[in-house]
């Protein structure tokens, strides 16, 4: 559904996207994460149509994004960063209008707006001013424009921006709702959203792709993938005697309670899954503990690596471009 090919996008003397060659196919939600100045609103900005690249090639559903501009944005539904509205109308005249924007016109115009409102959520702040709504609600009332003309490809920029932990849920349920039969671009710097939402996800730095996996790829590049965090009141020298056993490579303790009990992380040899032998070990040797388990692999901590090394130049730069 959409193909991007060496895209580059300059500003003056700065370079915001340099390079980037990615697809993403029906059915796919996609996660394009990286720090602030790392280029993702401008990517995005690019597969939209609302900026042109310096260089480089997209195209959505097939065609070529500049040679039929109308054709491919018809295919879009966009949701940018800090969307802009008609803040002097209400909720339901801003979606009529939007929708006749898109060519909709009386009971399709009506339908199509009743079925947004429905879908995210608005019934009871529709025919409210949208000056007058919390910055959640007007984020969902963008949301919704994008949405009038049933796209097969939503591209959404910071989608729950602004929105309150319930809200933040209804959302991510919608998206992934669509995730099923449409293609989704969402940027975020929120990483559970990514991990709630999203069966892919891209990092880029300094305009590049650092990495492009699914969230379970990501976890298990993490030093603590199938690490065996331990928390007990056990005595002095349980780390030595933890390295010795079968599968793990290396212990590290952490005091925690004051110093009343101790966390251990135990990170096994590659590729090994330790649980059972951890587990095994402490019942063999009556060590009481308040919690055991596996870690899946810390997200943060990645992004953290493969981004670090750009992370100095971008934070002078400012916001993502």
Do not use: W
């Not at 390079?19 to 280029?39: D, E, H, K, Y």
């Not at 702040?125 to 007058?132: A, L």
């Not at 099923?180 to 991990?195: N, Q, R, V, W």
């Amino acid at each position: 559904m959409i193909e991007v090919s060496n895209l580059v996008k300059e500003f003056g003397e700065h370079t915001a996207v340099d390079g980037i060659t990615f697809s993403v196919m029906p059915g796919q939600v996609l996660g394009f994460l990286g720090p602030n100045g790392a280029g993702k609103s401008t990517t995005m900005k690019i597969i939209t149509g609302f900026i042109p690249p310096t260089a480089g090639t997209v195209r959505v559903g097939g065609l070529d994004i500049l040679e039929h501009s109308i054709e491919t944005r018809r295919q879009i539904g966009y949701l940018p960063e800090r969307a802009p509205s008609y803040a002097e109308m209400t909720a339901t005249e801003f979606l009529r209008f939007c929708a006749e924007v898109r060519g909709f016109a009386g009971a399709e115009r009506d339908k199509r707006v009743e079925h947004v409102v429905e879908l995210t959520a608005l019934e009871d702040v529709r025919d409210q001013i949208i000056d007058t709504l919390s910055k959640g609600y007007r984020q969902r009332v963008c949301f919704a424009q994008a949405l009038l003309h049933d796209p097969p490809i939503l591209i959404m920029d910071e989608p729950t921006d602004g929105l309150d932990p319930n809200q933040k849920h209804e959302m991510r349920q919608v998206i992934r709702q669509m995730g099923a039969d449409k293609t989704i671009i969402l940027s975020t710097h929120i990483l559970e959203e990514m991990e709630a939402v999203c069966n892919r996800a891209i990092v880029i730095a300094r305009g590049r792709i650092v990495v492009d996996g699914t969230p379970d790829d990501l976890a298990a590049m993490s030093r603590y993938h199938n690490a065996v965090t331990l928390r007990t009141h056990a005595g002095s020298g349980l780390a030595e005697r933890l390295r010795g056993v079968a599968g793990v490579a290396a212990v590290e303790e952490t005091p925690t309670d004051a110093g009343a009990s101790m966390t251990y992380a135990i990170f096994p040899q590659a590729q090994r899954v330790i649980l059972p032998e951890v587990t095994r070990f402490l019942e063999d040797n009556h060590i009481e503990f308040s919690e055991v388990f596996a870690e899946r692999g810390r997200v943060d901590e990645v992004f953290r690596q493969v981004t670090l090394g750009e992370a100095t130049g971008q934070a002078e730069r400012g916001e993502d471009q």
